[in-house]
């Protein structure tokens, strides 16, 4: 499933720094050309980063860009996760135990099957074959719907359409966050444009799960992270 030289994709883009670094990729790296980047309001609390999306899609130039209203996944689920509005409280990453850290409270139920497979109607009605999303390695926790089993076994379902197969790719799959920061500083990423944090106020907590890797990351790479911090 290697990713192709050229042609049309559909890249996931949160707004945040993988999928940032990742829409960059595809678009200098790859040349993938044209890139429809597809971002989904589902009601996470840090809808901020959806504004970043729309900055970073003008900043490659972008051939479409599209906000997917899939609130309905917010409200099924914030009796489980900690990302939706109105669901559970976000902990502090110092706050969870151990046995959850291969699922912690931030995790939402089913969320990147359900996004991939809208994302797969979209591209499939666009012509589109492949999808990128920017699943990665954690270094503290993790979520089995960024794995590569998740992936392997989401393309064989694709792969059961009769006209239109659509394959998923995820280039950052084993790469740890320390090389998104390093990727995107060598194309040019504006990393102020990206959005982290799970609580989503008006600066970055600096303690949920997501501020705490993001932080490490810029820390381990050597680079200063642009974005305000309550607490670091």
Sequence with gaps: MGDLPSGPAVVLLSGGLDSSVLLHYVVRTLGRAPVHAVSFNYGQRHAKEIECAHWQTDAVDAAAYRVIDVTFLGELVKGASALVTGGKVVPDLSDLQESQLDQPPTYVPNRNMILLSVAAAYAETQGIRDIFYGAQALDEYGYWDC????????????????????????????????????????????FGYTWSCYRGGERACGTCPTCVERLKAFDEAGVNDPLPYAKT
């Design 147 to 190: 794995t590569t089993d998740f992936l392997a076994r989401v393309n064989a379902v694709l792969a059961l359409n009769r006209r239109e197969p659509i394959t998923v790719h995820a280039p950052f799959i084993h790469k740890k966050k320390v090389e998104s920061v390093r990727l995107g500083g060598e194309l040019g990423v504006n």
